[in-house]
């Protein structure tokens, strides 16, 4: 992912993003972002905080940043997706049932998506659960290689992936910020303090 390598320091493959605008004829059209520069400023916009990894060993040290910056380390996480656990086993996390007495949702999702900034999930992560009744608190495990361009491609890959069990409950995560961050724009919506630990994988 070009955006990622650059600011992270991996290598970089000149392209012809790095051609300023203003060297550029006002007739052309603008150059389209790539999808994951596009997805890094709409999901900071929207008020996500996100943690690039090269490996899994930067993932798990970047959860224990996590927990230790929120407190987090004797409280309650809330966790559906069994793979997850197994992932993070030697967290030895106190897992919950209850959604009531948990301090974060620790969950993957099914596409990042650019254009927007959002996060695709369905079922498979949230059960029939709506975002309300979830802990305020997100933390979102997932891959570069789940970077999509928008909601269109995202919903063509859950129904390619899952052709004969199609998950339900499928719905966005978009707006990150606390109540007091937040304005009449997105009234009614659910806003989450959301950390999205992103694992280079391609």
């Known amino acids: 992912m070009s955006l ?54 930067e993932i ?30 030697g967290f030895d996390l106190s897992i919950s049932k209850k959604t009531s007495e948990s301090s974060y949702f620790f969950t993957t999702c099914e596409y990042l998506i650019s254009d927007d900034g959002s996060l695709l999930i369905s079922s498979n992560q949230i059960a029939e659960k709506k975002l309300q009744e979830l802990p305020p608190n997100f933390v979102v495990y997932a891959t570069t290689s789940q970077l999509v361009e928008n909601i269109g491609d995202g919903l063509k890959g859950i129904k390619n992936k899952n052709r004969n069990n199609i998950p339900t409950n499928i719905t966005t995560i978009k707006h990150f910020k606390t109540d007091e961050d937040s304005n009449f724009m997105n009234y009614g919506s659910s806003a989450k303090n959301l950390y999205l630990l992103l694992l280079e994988d391609l």
Not at 81 to 88: A, E, H, I, T
Request: net charge negative.
């Open 4 to 57: 990622f390598r650059k600011i992270f320091g991996g290598k970089s493959k000149n392209s012809e993003e790095n051609v300023p605008n203003d060297e550029r004829s006002k007739y052309m059209p603008d150059i389209k972002l790539p999808v994951d520069e596009q997805f890094t400023i709409n999901f900071k916009a929207n008020g996500g905080k996100f943690l690039y990894c090269e490996s899994i060993e």
């Open 60 to 89: 798990y040290n970047s959860l224990e940043n996590i927990i230790e910056e929120n407190h987090w380390g004797d409280k309650k996480v809330f966790i559906l997706n069994d793979n997850l656990k197994d992932l993070f086993k």
